[in-house]
């Protein structure tokens, strides 16, 4: 399912096979697939689980099986990038397969829109392992700042750091084409960000921070008998000191306030976007919550939690390895499953037959939860020592044998 001439041309990019007399890119890949589709907590698991046998080896494409140490010097040493490009690669080759999971629902006001959720996650780490890896005084984290494409659920751009950095500044080098919609929290609002949306005509709905500054221009009627959530909907502009400085203090933005059920909160909204129903604002939002679902879904299935490695490059190696896999589960589950599987079940029956020859048609489509009988065992032949057997019974048995 990864096409050779798009693995050769990020090898062949990166120049990650050179000097390398064993342990390829390929080797490498395969291997920590491997891993990231058994869940294996170490590499010593990994060289148990893929040196069964000299034809599964072949059957996967090894010459042999890989040693702990060489894995983890392909970890260390092999640049994480050839991982991060073939993942961007496969994005692009999967496109029209991967344009929209089943369940999406268009929203009908901005249907023909690309609609980007941005969030970002942390993996927990050893500070004394990971030192790179600095969070607080006592802890660490690997932070993956990911763009989430609304309508696949695929990431289309990530940023892996060390948590300390800010959601803010994980997303700098984050720019997207023309009438793009952006949706993230409020730890994104930032007057220089919106500037930069604005300047390349993109339309953001941001959560509006508690100590905001802005006065209100004119407000909209609401709607009667129908969006009873929407609480408040009105043209603001930005007064605070860093809208003063960025130029933003001119500049007409929406503010739009939605009552939650779930908790019984509100939430303040700011958009940029003057036409829209408030409607279609608040539905944005609510949206942002499926990035949420992506980096449960790649936590609890994936191995991105427990890291393999101790260095940058292995950490991230094995993240973009992880999102390959994702990519790939994805594609079958998308495109050869007949039946409806929920992530998670669909990770465990590929984990359950990834070392037996079955046809994956049957795997996603035909194994059920179920109970099955064994066949009946044919009668097995005498015991050759025990003392009741006559010398006709060995002469049949001799015959049998021959």
Same mark, same amino acid.
């Given at each position: 399912?990864?096409?050779?001439?798009?693995?050769?041309?990020?090898?062949?990019?990166?120049?990650?096979?050179?000097?390398?007399?064993?342990?390829?890119?390929?080797?490498?890949?395969?291997?920590? &697939?491997?891993?990231?589709?058994?869940?294996?907590?170490?590499?010593?698991?990994?060289?148990?689980?893929?040196?069964?046998?000299?034809?599964?080896?072949?059957?996967?494409?090894?010459?042999?099986?890989?040693?702990?140490?060489? &894995?983890?010097?392909?970890?260390?040493?092999?640049?994480?990038?050839?991982?991060?490009?073939?993942?961007?690669?496969?994005?692009?080759?999967?496109?029209?397969?991967?344009?929209?999971?089943?369940?999406?629902?268009?929203?009908?006001?901005?249907?023909?829109?690309?609609?980007? @959720?941005?969030?970002?996650?942390?993996?927990?780490?050893?500070?004394?392992?990971?030192? !790179?890896?600095?969070?607080?005084?006592?802890?660490?984290?690997?932070?993956?700042?990911?763009?989430?494409?609304?309508?696949?659920?695929?990431?289309?751009?990530?940023?892996?750091?060390?948590?300390?950095?800010?959601?803010?500044?994980?997303?700098?080098?984050?720019?997207?084409?023309?009438?793009?919609?952006?949706?993230?929290?409020?730890?994104?609002?930032?007057?220089?960000?919106?500037?930069?949306?604005?300047?390349?005509?993109?339309?953001?709905?941001?959560?509006?921070?508690?100590? @905001?500054?802005?006065?209100?221009?004119?407000?909209?009627?609401?709607?009667?008998?129908?969006?009873?959530?929407?609480?408040?909907?009105?043209?603001?502009?930005?007064?605070?000191?860093?809208?003063?400085?960025?130029?933003?203090?001119?500049?007409?933005?929406?503010?739009?306030?939605?009552?939650?059920?779930?908790?019984?909160?509100?939430?303040?909204?700011?958009?940029?976007?003057?036409? !829209?129903?408030?409607?279609?604002?608040?539905?944005?939002?609510?949206?942002? !919550?499926?990035?949420?679902?992506?980096?449960?879904?790649?936590?609890?299935?994936?191995?991105?939690?427990?890291?393999?490695?101790?260095?940058?490059?292995?950490?991230?190696?094995?993240?973009? @390895?992880?999102?390959?896999?994702?990519?790939?589960?994805?594609?079958?589950?998308?495109?050869?499953?007949?039946?409806?599987?929920?992530?998670?079940?669909?990770?465990?029956?590929?984990?359950?037959?990834?070392?037996?020859?079955?046809?994956?048609?049957?795997?996603?489509?035909?194994?059920?939860?179920?109970?099955?009988?064994?066949?009946?065992?044919?009668?097995?032949?005498?015991?050759?020592?025990?003392?009741?057997?006559?010398?006709?019974?060995?002469?049949?048995?001799?015959?049998?044998?021959?």
């Amino acid at each position: 399912m990864i096409p050779h001439s798009v693995l050769r041309k990020s090898i062949n990019k990166h120049r990650s096979d050179k000097s390398c007399s064993k342990y390829f890119t390929y080797d490498q890949l395969v291997s920590m &697939m491997f891993g990231q589709l058994n869940k294996c907590l170490s590499l010593r698991e990994i060289d148990m689980g893929i040196d069964q046998s000299p034809e599964f080896l072949s059957h996967i494409g090894l010459e042999q099986s890989p040693a702990k140490s060489t &894995m983890s010097d392909g970890n260390a040493k092999r640049d994480y990038h050839v991982f991060e490009d073939l993942y961007y690669n496969l994005c692009n080759h999967y496109k029209q397969q991967l344009g929209r999971r089943p369940e999406y629902k268009v929203i009908e006001e901005i249907k023909n829109k690309n609609i980007k @959720i941005i969030d970002a996650t942390i993996m927990s780490v050893c500070l004394k392992l990971f030192p !790179w890896a600095k969070f607080r005084t006592a802890k660490g984290g690997i932070k993956a700042h990911v763009s989430l494409d609304e309508a696949s659920m695929i990431p289309d751009i990530v940023n892996i750091s060390e948590a300390k950095v800010s959601d803010r500044r994980g997303v700098d080098d984050f720019r997207y084409p023309r009438d793009t919609i952006i949706v993230d929290d409020r730890g994104y609002f930032d007057v220089k960000l919106f500037k930069i949306r604005i300047e390349d005509e993109n339309h953001f709905v941001t959560r509006i921070k508690d100590n @905001i500054l802005y006065e209100s221009i004119r407000e909209y009627d609401l709607p009667e008998d129908k969006d009873e959530h929407i609480l408040k909907d009105e043209i603001i502009r930005l007064t605070g000191k860093s809208a003063v400085e960025n130029g933003m203090d001119m500049v007409e933005l929406r503010r739009v306030v939605v009552y939650i059920e779930e908790g019984n909160r509100t939430v303040e909204l700011i958009c940029n976007n003057l036409e !829209w129903s408030a409607a279609t604002i608040a539905e944005l939002y609510r949206r942002r !919550w499926l990035i949420e679902t992506f980096f449960k879904l790649i936590k609890q299935n994936l191995q991105i939690k427990t890291f393999l490695g101790t260095t940058p490059n292995a950490c991230k190696s094995q993240i973009f @390895i992880s999102l390959i896999c994702y990519l790939l589960l994805e594609l079958i589950r998308r495109t050869m499953s007949k039946t409806k599987h929920r992530f998670g079940h669909f990770v465990t029956l590929i984990r359950v037959c990834l070392t037996q020859y079955n046809r994956l048609g049957y795997i996603v489509n035909e194994m059920k939860i179920g109970v099955r009988e064994a066949r009946k065992r044919q009668k097995p032949p005498p015991n050759l020592f025990s003392s009741h057997h006559t010398e006709k019974d060995f002469e049949q048995l001799i015959l049998d044998f021959q």
